[in-house]
């Protein structure tokens, strides 16, 4: 009797033991970022941390030590002073939706990670063991809020690799080995305040810091030189001790010339190294300061000589080469040879001749190409040999535009200016027409380029935009998408804006030209139901659309998180967002010459107006995608995919799929994709699609929230529609135009 009890008792606690079991087995995490922790874990060389697996389990579910969680996702990863040891690899890239990363104070070793994830917006390496360089991968996390690597054992120069991170608010690269000059995309640093550059082996001037809006900088103990930009004294918290700085401007002598006696300093020798280089005797004697001087005044001497011969032998080679050319250059243009056409000669002459000619070019316009702005230079030096008889207009647009103080070019009034012959091929826009040349191709123009096929588009530039968002500050972040941030824009007469800044993979999908032309085709896809484009702006290495702001978000929020908009979409309201949703397809398969393709049609790309009308965002930009497997893969982690995605195939039709998808949202209230449901019904169209046809299932699946405030017939009508569009074979399904028909039946 004892035997059997016991035997009870063991079943009974085996069942309980299976029963706290089975939840665990429901793991709240996103299975990626499992994957990410997993190769985290053993990268660190499996420290003890509390909670953290070798394989599986749910960082978000089991309250890993550092673990930050935002319902599935992992967001923060804070393990400051864990006793860390081992590498970080290239585990942290996995992350889909991190936002900060904390590993600051402590012992982890290697390199710097190759990249970061592109959500990241804080990351702390600080007080570690790191060595290497600084990855210039670092351009492609461009939400970068603060960057911290300081007291670590890096090396080499720091990559010019900062043209992105506008957003970039502090940046610590201090106790580390850094060598080399500041990169000039430092300038392109505009939201930059605190910059701590101390204790590296840092030179050259610091002339590309003195425009940033910085409030703390410390330079200290590094080599820099050169005169102190007049702006940076200004600088409230300002470091600079320890450096061989020049109180006056560097005078324009020869170079000094090595010393000759070997450990002694010298009077030619630079102020620090007299200072801080090796001690030299007390007293020197007269005979041998004497001795010093003479050799130094021979060598002189003898240098000079040579430069005479060689500048006078340069100088009547010159002279004979243009004695050739002069009368026959002064006759046809009317002027000195020593004016303008000298400069646009760089254009098609040979290389030394361009570096003589540019000697007679004002400083700003010479330094234009190489300000690092993300000007082609080969592009501005570009026009073709057969456009010689329009060297005058060339003069005048050069006197007009590249005599300008500061560091754009002035293209206000260049229609004047530009030259009469046709351009090369590169320069034509898609309907043939010839846009602006030379110049006038430059990114970082006022207004980059004027074209016919922009007209009803405007330029801005990214320091208004950056203004009207305060620079893209996080409190008018509305959200990250496939190919980059939106932020809310608020213009000086109150008009609200939607501006997308494309994120760095994005960008260097298309050439300047490429981009125009998109902005161009995006332009003419004008619809009620598609998002209008107000404008854009390509400077400085940026790219941003700036669109409609539409008032009520997503319609995805609106089914899914909002629920005051949600209980608004009554079933006219839902039929209606379908119809003007069909109507915007309509409009980019059939009207847009040529078809145009949406590639990412998904309830999170459907905007609502005040009035709940419906407008579909990203019209146009499916060549910004890089593939399209990679566009398959993200939508099919949203459920819209067409199952043509798997061969890599994408039409008209795929969209008329995702439009389906859509509508199934709209009937079920249920996301395309949710995976805190059972399994069976986590993907919404392999569940909806087999109750479509069973009208007493139909009615089940109706979002709750209409309360049966719709007639059966309008419902039925509605889940043949939905049936017809999610058609596994493409060419069962039918033309967008005919879904309009349907809808406009049951309006």
Known sequence: MVRVRWEVRMQLLIGLMLILTVPASVALTDPQDVIAMNSLFVALGCPPLPGWLLVGGDPCGDNWQGVACVFSSITSLKLNGANLGGQLGDSLALFG????????????????????????????????????????????????????????????????????????????????????????????????????????????????????????????????SGPIPPKLLGIPNFRKDGNPFNTTIIPSALPPAPSFVAGAPTSYEHPWQQANGPSSPAMLSTARTRNFFTAKTVTWIAVGGILVVIVLVFCLLVRCFKGRRQSKEEKKHGISTYKIPRVNKKYSESPLQEGVQMEKVPKEAVMKPLDNYGVDSNRVVVIPKPQKETKTETKSFAESSMYKKDHSIDMTDDDEFLPRPPPPPFFLANNGTSNSVGPARVTTSRHPLKSPDLSSVQVFTVGSLQQYTNSFSEENF?????????YRAALPDQKILAVKKLDSTACTQLSDEEFLDLVSNISKAKHANIVKLVGYSAEHGQRLLVYEYCTNGTLHDALHTDDEIHHKLTWSVRIRVALGAARALECLHEACQPPVVHHNFKSANLLLDEELEVHVSDCGLAPLILSPSMSGHLLTAYGSAAPEFDSGSYTHQSDVYSFGVVMLELLTGRKAYDRSRPRGEQYLVRWAVPKLHDIDALSRMVDPSLNGAYTMKSLSRFADIISSCVQREPEFRPRISEIVQELLQMV
């Open 97 to 224: 939706s991190i936002i900060e990363i904390d590993f600051g104070s402590n012992h982890i070793g290697g390199s710097i990670p190759k990249s970061f994830p592109p959500t990241v917006r804080n990351v702390s390496l600080s007080n570690n063991q790191f060595i290497g360089s600084i990855p210039g991968s670092l351009s492609s996390s461009a939400q970068l809020l603060e960057l911290s690597l300081d007291n670590n054992h890096l090396s080499g120069e720091i990559p010019d690799a900062f043209q992105p991170l506008t957003v970039l608010n502090r940046l610590d690269l201090s106790g580390n080995n850094l060598s080399g000059q500041l990169c000039p995309s430092l300038m392109n640093l505009s939201s930059l305040s605190t910059l701590h550059l101390q204790n590296n082996s840092l030179v050259g001037t610091l002339d590309v810091l003195q425009d940033l809006p910085l409030q703390d900088l410390n330079i200290e103990n590094n080599l820099f």
């Open 478 to 486: 509305i959200g990250a998408g496939m190919l980059g941030s939106v």
